[in-house]
């Protein structure tokens, strides 16, 4: 028994065992400490007699069994029963967890996700919540993700169990408005929190966080398996990620999308993700998420950048500015434009968008681009040395600067 | 005889695996490839994307999102082999299954085998997965 895939079957399990937990215990530490409690004893006997055939399910029966005999170990102070008794959980009652939890896996584990973000919490609290709970990350490596010490990030995550402990989450079955309102809750925790290691970059402690958004998604997806917008949500990321493998070069500055070497894109994230998308264009209800992934989709058929479809890209930039109206956005399909009729276009595009993003690196990065491409050399610098006092981590700067530096070299 | 080899596994834990998990499974799982390709039994062999990537179609009309079944286990991918009986089709199958231990192979036999017909069919394996 292979203790590696003993460790796997445990985070796989976690999710749906600690909602189920939660739902009898009503407690959040509670539910954690017996599934942590189960996870021991999983560990101690599971080598010994080969995995049950259904770990989740006797996570959870021992995971309840342990704790309401903690309970009553403190109440009568009666020595436990030997651990095989406890743990020897046959196949009768791996039945019974079956039909005690079947028809509540789904709801449990939504309920587990949606506490992590409900909406009195701030963005960074559910995010760090979401990866100690449902995740099972330690404390170390979050904070480590977060570049904030343990102890901030034990403090954190100590505020927030207090918070929604008062928030007084309902645990009778939601109905169908409120159960998709907390999916669409989810979805963003879940967006959040893949961005957070998106834009991390290769910094390779805050990189997983784009694996444990994406297994979260699947995890949704598992749940909900005809919301368009949670397969659009899951392409995208899948999309995204794929190109992580040629988004840096060797010293580590990011590679524009133009020039990154599409042999090293991942086939296997894209060929999932596209297979997504397909799934969700054919229920012709598009939603952000989709609108989003079709836009990498379309980075991702083509073989070069000379052979995307920019005027698709365009048009999908479009639905999504009507989706959400936001300056981002038309910054971005300035860059189709840019493409399709030229940096004269595109600039003229952006130019009302300098106030609303006056912070905002990105701005600056194509302002400059496009400036330098109308030989409008003066105006580019300006732009990028904005960009660059701007830019958000080193792999940023450097990127815009040796643009800067090249290109002034040449137009000189 | 024709028998194709099932691959089930539990699709959360084998698609969380890291890259490099994921290709040393793969690795292991090569050697054995490699070997059924010499020894002349190997027929076409798949890897399936997980279900959620999945639609089913009941009857004309209705298209599901998802798998045909909600299984703990899902259908990962399959091998179709030509060996001489049911014993032989176990050996290759406790082979694959050394190679890849928490997966559980389905051993069925094949009543009819369609070749394949693509004119641009592939030669080489192709990873799409």
Redesign the interface.
């Known amino acids: 028994m292979?203790i590696?895939?003993i460790n796997?079957?445990l985070?796989?399990a976690r999710p749906q065992a600690v909602g189920a937990l939660l739902r009898y215990f009503r407690d959040m530490d509670r539910a954690e400490e017996a599934f942590q409690d189960a996870c021991l004893r999983a560990l101690k006997s599971w080598p010994e007699k080969g995995p049950p055939r259904?770990p989740t399910a006797w996570l959870i029966l021992v995971g309840r069994n342990a704790a309401l005999d903690g309970v009553r170990k403190q109440s009568r102070n009666t020595p436990l029963p030997p651990d095989e008794e406890i743990s020897d959980t046959g196949d009768a009652e791996s039945e019974l967890a079956e039909r005690l939890d079947g028809s509540h896996y789904r709801d449990d584990v939504l309920r587990l996700l949606f506490i992590c973000c409900h909406p009195d919490l701030p963005a960074t609290q559910q995010i760090a919540l979401a990866l100690r709970i449902v995740s099972g990350l330690t404390v170390v490596q979050i904070a480590r993700a977060f570049l904030v010490s343990e102890a901030a990030m034990e403090q954190r995550i100590t505020r927030a169990k207090a918070r929604i402990a008062k928030a007084d989450v309902p645990f009778e079955a939601p109905g169908p408005a409120e159960r998709s309102e907390r999916v669409a809750a989810v979805a963003a925790m879940i967006y959040l929190l893949f961005n957070e290691g998106y834009s991390a970059g290769n910094d390779p402690d805050r990189a997983p966080l784009c694996?444990e958004a994406i297994?979260l998604a699947?995890?949704l997806?598992?749940l909900f398996?005809?919301e368009p917008e949670i397969?659009g949500l899951?392409a995208l990321m899948l999309l995204q990620q794929a190109r992580l493998p040629a988004r840096f070069n060797a010293e580590g500055d990011a590679v524009l999308l133009d020039d990154h070497d599409r042999v090293l894109w991942d086939?296997?994230l894209i060929?999932?993700g596209l297979?997504?998308v397909d799934?969700a264009m054919?229920h012709n209800r598009p939603g952000p998420y989709q609108v989003q992934a079709a836009i990498a989709a379309t980075h991702s058929r083509a073989a070069t950048a000379a052979e995307t479809d920019w005027a698709g890209i365009d048009g999908l930039y479009l639905a999504l500015e009507r989706m959400q109206p936001s300056p981002v956005i038309t910054l971005n399909r300035a860059v189709a434009v840019a493409k399709l009729h030229g940096p004269a276009a595109a600039l003229d595009m952006i130019e009302p968008l300098e106030e609303l993003l006056a912070g905002y690196f990105p701005y600056f990065g194509a302002r400059g681009a496009f400036l330098l491409q109308l030989g409008r050399n003066r105006e580019a610098r300006a732009a990028f040395d904005r960009a660059i006092s701007l830019a958000g981590s080193t792999a940023e700067a450097t990127h815009i600067r040796r643009h800067l530096d090249r290109l002034m070299a040449e137009a000189v | 005889m024709l028998y194709t080899l099932l691959c089930y596994n539990?699709e959360?834990?084998v698609?969380?695996?890291?890259k490099e998990?994921d290709a040393a499974v793969m690795a292991k799982l090569s050697v054995v490839h490699e070997k059924l390709v010499k020894e002349g039994k190997l027929g076409p062999s798949l890897r399936l994307?997980?279900?959620?990537?999945a639609?089913t179609l009941r009857g004309p009309g209705l298209?599901?999102?998802?798998p045909f079944a909600e299984t703990?286990e899902q259908l990962l991918g399959f091998y179709v082999i030509d060996v001489e009986n049911l014993d032989a089709a176990l050996d290759v199958a406790k082979e694959l299954s050394a190679a890849n231990?928490?997966s559980v192979y389905e051993i069925r036999p094949i009543a009819l085998y369609v070749p394949e017909a693509r004119p641009n069919a592939p030669k080489e394996m192709v990873?799409?997965?």
């Open positions: 292979d590696a895939w796997s079957a985070t796989a259904d694996d297994r699947r995890l997806l598992r398996q005809t397969m899951t086939d296997k060929s999932e297979a997504l799934k054919r | 539990k959360d834990i698609w969380s695996w890291s998990e994307l997980p279900t959620t990537a639609t298209v599901i999102d998802g703990k231990p928490t990873k799409v997965y």
